[in-house]
């Protein structure tokens, strides 16, 4: 009976139970040494560390271990240095991913990440792609089955949170970032049954995945930005500029671009109803999954102009609001950068800029039409897209 005994099977499932325990620990070690090296090695002044100790006590990780891992941390013991890095990319079906890893080596762990992305259908984007689609929060995660959800409510709410919902057998209770720890610990004295409590990145929205990009493991799949047009409007009181890309075999393909014109003598609100007419109609028409446009920004020496564009800029969110489209507000010196590498880039430099990564023939005239594709672009890199 070699191999049936119950010694045998203890051994086995101890060994698993072992592993699992070791991996277990070595993760949470790591994040105490990293948080201890960000942050200090003191609990009360460190809340990453604090969650940390936290989840380490929760495990029965031994005091001596924990220890030293701060000690490891704030360089009171030698020890592998290691460095938070943020990955970010779309999978299949367009879902944004935002990957939180700690390494040793930063140079073994990028291809990695970008592989895992290609394995599965998805596309690994650059710094920012997708970033703008989180909100940092605090979750803390209490089980379903031994409270009632009024109950909790109104513990909840005394405590400080700010929203809560049931996610199939447990509740997430949501707060800001710097207010976790105190609503945890309000929510632990009044004898809620916490499961978890994380600060964490938490997606403005959610999208429904279906058909063959459910596939944990597609075939062939079209790459993340497929499909995708991006609308840049350069806004503008005389002249609007706009222009639609989608990705090409270079950085991008120019679907189409042009200026929405008005003239000086109208009287402002009819050069507003022409600039929202003619965005609604290149909505209607191109459909665009994303709408780009720069942020507004005061101009000190000049606070009328400013407060102009802001007409401008209303109208052109209402349009793209009515046809559900997503917008994106960039940084002028965002977009500069990302086209000639200068955040103080002339106009001048941004359309030969322009020029070039999108392969045309002749520079794009008027520089409203430039900065309008420069901010099509921008979008699209911004979603997984690439500048080459």
Do not use: C
């Given at each position: 009976m070699s191999g049936h005994s119950r010694w045998s099977q203890i051994k086995r499932k101890k060994g698993k139970a072992d592993v699992q325990r070791g991996k277990l620990f070595s993760k949470i070690l790591r994040e105490i040494t990293v948080a201890a090296k960000a942050g200090g090695g003191d609990p009360k002044g460190n809340m990453r560390l604090k969650a940390a100790i936290e989840s380490a006590k929760e495990v029965n990780m031994p005091q001596d271990n924990i220890k030293r891992a701060i000690q490891k941390g704030t360089g009171e013991l030698p020890g592998e240095s290691y460095?938070?890095?943020?990955?970010?990319?779309?999978?299949?079906?367009?879902?944004?991913?935002?990957?939180?890893?700690?390494?040793?080596?930063?140079?073994?762990?990028?291809?990695?990440?970008?592989?895992?992305?290609?394995?599965?259908?998805?596309?690994?984007?650059?710094?920012?792609?997708?970033?703008?689609?989180?909100?940092?929060?605090?979750?803390?995660?209490?089980?379903?089955?031994?409270?009632?959800?009024?109950?909790?409510?109104?513990?909840?709410?005394?405590?400080?949170?700010?929203?809560?919902?049931?996610?199939?057998?447990?509740?997430?209770?949501?707060?800001?970032?710097?207010?976790?720890?105190?609503?945890?610990?309000?929510?632990?004295?009044?004898?809620?049954?916490?499961?978890?409590?994380?600060?964490?990145?938490?997606?403005?929205?959610?999208?429904?995945?279906?058909?063959?990009?459910?596939?944990?493991?597609?075939?062939?799949?079209?790459?993340?930005?497929?499909?995708?047009?991006?609308?840049?409007?350069?806004?503008g009181l005389v002249g609007t500029g706009w222009g639609v890309v989608t990705p090409g075999r270079g950085a991008a393909d120019v679907v189409a671009a042009g200026v929405i014109s008005t003239t000086a003598d109208c009287p402002l609100e009819a050069r507003v109803q022409t600039i929202y007419d003619g965005v609604a109609d290149v909505l209607a028409k191109h459909e665009p999954s994303l709408l780009v446009l720069e942020d507004l920004y005061t101009e000190y020496k000049f606070p009328r102009t400013a407060l102009l564009m802001a007409h401008a800029r209303g109208v052109i969110c209402l349009a793209a609001r009515q046809h559900e489209v997503a917008v994106l507000a960039l940084a002028p010196a965002e977009v500069k950068r990302a086209i000639v590498a200068n955040g103080a880039a002339s106009k001048a430099q941004m359309q030969v800029g322009v020029q070039r990564l999108l392969g045309l023939a002749v520079m794009p005239r008027p520089s409203h039409v430039a900065d309008a594709l420069a901010l099509a672009l921008t979008g699209l890199s911004r979603r997984g897209g690439r500048l080459a």
């Open positions: 460095e938070e890095i943020t990955y970010e990319g779309y999978a299949p079906g367009g879902v944004a991913v935002m990957v939180q890893v700690l390494t040793d080596n930063r140079n073994r762990t990028a291809p990695e990440i970008r592989h895992t992305f290609e394995k599965g259908g998805g596309n690994m984007g650059s710094s920012g792609a997708v970033a703008w689609m989180f909100d940092r929060r605090g979750i803390v995660t209490v089980d379903a089955e031994k409270i009632g959800e009024d109950d909790l409510m109104a513990k909840a709410l005394d405590a400080g949170a700010t929203d809560m919902r049931r996610a199939e057998k447990v509740y997430e209770i949501t707060t800001g970032p710097a207010e976790m720890d105190t609503v945890r610990d309000a929510l632990q004295k009044a004898g809620v049954p916490i499961l978890e409590a994380q600060v964490t990145y938490v997606p403005q929205s959610t999208v429904r995945v279906e058909g063959p990009t459910r596939s944990s493991r597609p075939s062939r799949l079209p790459s993340a930005t497929s499909g995708l047009r991006v609308l840049g409007v350069d806004p």
